[in-house]
């Protein structure tokens, strides 16, 4: 009978050996080294001056803002309506590739299927592949080369949405209200990074925490992380999970659209560049911040509760008439309101917008302010 | 039941040669509306039916079919007799197994190359990416796939190996070896068991979509590869416990 036991016991031991390696490696993931303290200002100015121009990495999103599960990757979907509210649901895998400051390539990995946005010097170009749409911007040149001064300090790439856009969003937005700290170091994809925490002073905000993971070699931003008040899980997360810092091959900036697939063909018009004819899919920062105000829209008070309040017919046509919206939306007193563990939008039934990082109630007073001296 | 596996993409491809209206882009299986611009396309959808259902229910009843089938013929006593010994009886059979993966695969995409070669244009591939590679590469990307849905389906042969050496009917261990693989699939869609799925086997299954990317995406075959040579390890280790334990009466 022992041995009989006996020659179970290789199986019994692979199985352990395996447990083990999985044990030690989530460990070791998670193990940092020890890097030389350094203050705010110092990892703030490492940001600043950070010299990266050619990358190549893989990126992870994860958003858990407890909406229902939306996939509105299927066919169909136009560049410009890559709708946020997808990438404000669930994960994403990404792949970017960027080379110097006018070619840069980001690849979203779907399941059997990929969307492709290709920047290279006057040409942009996305791909769908689920189905085999291409869509062609020809930028004038005069766009092109008017802010290259301005781009010599800004990050490589403003349109896509990295980690490092992301982050400059953020630290573009500090002020007063935000207490920076450094919260010891963590590890980015198999780099040593300071990790770079953003408070809200306010208590009026659903912000929780902003932690920035800076490269402790390059001052590059690898991740970027907020949480949410009373919620344990980062209610967004975007970081490279793989992250090579040589040149990409010059070739994965060539597109030519395949055959047989339909093309569009745009010509940008002569506004300035900023995103806004790419689909930069970034979560909460396409949430409108503090001090960037758009088109027609106010901003009530400052800093992490602020709100932004857009007047009656500025939402983008078929928005609220979306399912994938209607499903998350709310009916309040007044309109329907989306809420969300991070943001919060309060759309009236007379087509105002309000929308900010605090509870749906503060939206709703602050339409109730603006109301009085209309009437 | 090779010759069911090639019909597959036969039948895909004559479906798609009859039928008068063009298919709509983004419906049916990946790269069903390609087939008629591009035949090559035949042979990635085929393996894209297949690897869900049909893949997995030969190789389980083949799987299912290695010691069990012995034992109910009445032969496993016999193949015992020899001075082989046990271990080398079940490397031997798994290695069967792992013959028969390959074989499948190969069937799938070798007959899909052919209907689709016969049946329509062939010219450049178009990737996931966008990018398009000649017809060289894309035959090397389509063995690539092969390959990977050979990998994934070697740890299922494993597992019907160790479900085979527990009982003595075979129809038993191939339906019990079918199952697991559709369970393990229905489990790797739900959202609620997310921290499941990577244990699964089957959760990379459909990965090899990665391998139809520019560049390549290796990070899914390599993992899927780790995946499955860990049911190997752990299913073979527990299938020699098991058999050489075994009380052979038949």
């Known amino acids: 009978m022992t041995r009989a036991r006996q020659r179970w016991l290789p199986a019994l031991l692979i199985s352990l050996v395996f447990g083990m390696a999985v044990l030690f490696g989530a460990v070791q993931a998670g193990a940092t080294g020890s890097l030389p303290p350094k203050t705010a200002d110092e990892v703030l100015a490492m940001i600043a001056h950070t010299q990266v121009r050619e990358l190549s990495g893989t990126l992870e999103q994860t958003a858990e803002l407890g909406l229902p599960g939306i996939t509105a990757a299927g066919p169909g979907v136009a560049p410009g309506a890559v709708s946020a509210v997808e990438f404000l649901t669930g994960s994403h895998t990404a792949r970017v590739y960027v080379d110097g400051p006018s070619k840069a390539r980001l690849q979203i990995l779907d399941r059997m299927a990929e969307r492709d946005l290709v920047l290279n010097g006057g040409d942009a170009w996305f791909y769908n592949s689920s189905d085999n749409s291409a869509t062609h911007w020809s930028i004038p040149p ?23 856009a992301l982050a400059s969003r953020f630290l573009a937005a500090i002020d007063a209200s935000t207490e920076v700290s450094v919260g010891g170091s963590s590890s980015v994809a198999g780099r040593s990074a300071y990790r770079l925490l953003l408070n809200p002073r ?128 709310q009916p309040v007193s007044g309109g329907h309101a989306l809420t969300t563990s991070l943001i919060s939008v309060l759309l009236l039934d007379d087509g105002r917008i309000y929308a900010g990082l605090v509870p749906v109630e503060r939206l709703e007073s602050a339409a109730l302010q603006s109301n009085v001296p209309a009437e | 039941m090779l010759i069911a596996l090639a019909a597959v993409p036969i039948l895909i491809a004559v479906a798609v040669k009859l039928s008068s209206r ?20 035949v042979a990635v959808t085929a393996l ?130 079918i199952v697991l693989s559709v369970t393990s699939q229905v489990l790797d869609n739900l959202p609620q068991l997310d921290w499941l799925h990577p244990w699964l086997f089957s959760h990379h299954w459909l990965g090899f979509a990665d391998l139809l990317r520019q560049p390549i995406a290796w990070t899914s075959f390599g993992e899927n590869a780790l995946l499955q040579s860990a049911y190997i390890a752990v299913c073979g280790a527990a299938a020699y416990a098991k058999f050489l334990n075994k009380d052979v009466l038949s």
């Open chain 1, 142 to 164: 005069s766009l092109m080369t008017a802010p290259t001064e301005s781009r010599e300090a800004a990050p490589p790439r403003p349109g896509l949405p990295t980690p490092e």
């Open chain 1, 202 to 329: 306010s208590a009026a905000t659903l912000v929780d925490s902003v932690a920035i993971d800076v490269d402790s070699q390059t001052g590059l931003p690898l991740g970027v992380e907020v949480r949410a008040n009373g919620q344990s899980e980062p209610a967004y997360a975007l970081a490279y999970t793989r992250l090579d810092l040589a040149a990409p091959d010059a070739s994965l900036f060539d597109f030519v659209p395949p055959q047989g697939a339909t093309v569009n063909e745009k010509v940008v018009p002569a506004s300035p560049v900023p995103s806004r004819p790419l689909p930069a899919p970034s979560g909460p920062a396409d949430q409108p911040h503090p001090g960037q105000p758009h088109d027609g829209a106010t901003v009530i008070g400052s800093g992490w509760d602020a709100v932004i309040s857009l007047p009656a017919g500025t939402a983008p046509a078929g928005l609220l008439t979306s399912p994938q919206l209607a499903q998350a939306l």
């Open chain 2, 22 to 41: 063009p298919a709509t882009p983004g419906r049916g299986p990946l790269f069903l509306d390609r087939i008629t611009q591009n035949g090559l396309f």
């Open chain 2, 48 to 177: 894209v039916v297949c690897v869900p259902l049909f893949l997995p229910l030969t190789i389980g009843v083949v799987a299912g079919d290695t010691i069990a089938g012995e034992a109910n013929l009445g032969t496993l006593r016999y193949l015992l007799l020899a001075p082989a010994g046990r271990i080398r009886l079940l490397l031997v059979k798994y290695a069967g197994t792992i013959a028969f993966c390959c074989a499948a695969t190969a069937t799938v995409a070798a007959s899909g190359a052919l209907a689709g070669v016969v049946l329509f244009p062939v010219g450049p591939v178009t990737l996931l990416s966008g990018d398009t590679v000649s017809v060289g590469e894309s035959a090397l990307r389509t063995m690539l796939i092969a390959a990977y849905i050979t990998v994934s389906l070697m740890g299922l042969g494993a597992i019907g190996l160790l479900i085979s050496t527990f009982t003595d009917a075979p129809v038993g261990a191939m339906a019990a070896t």
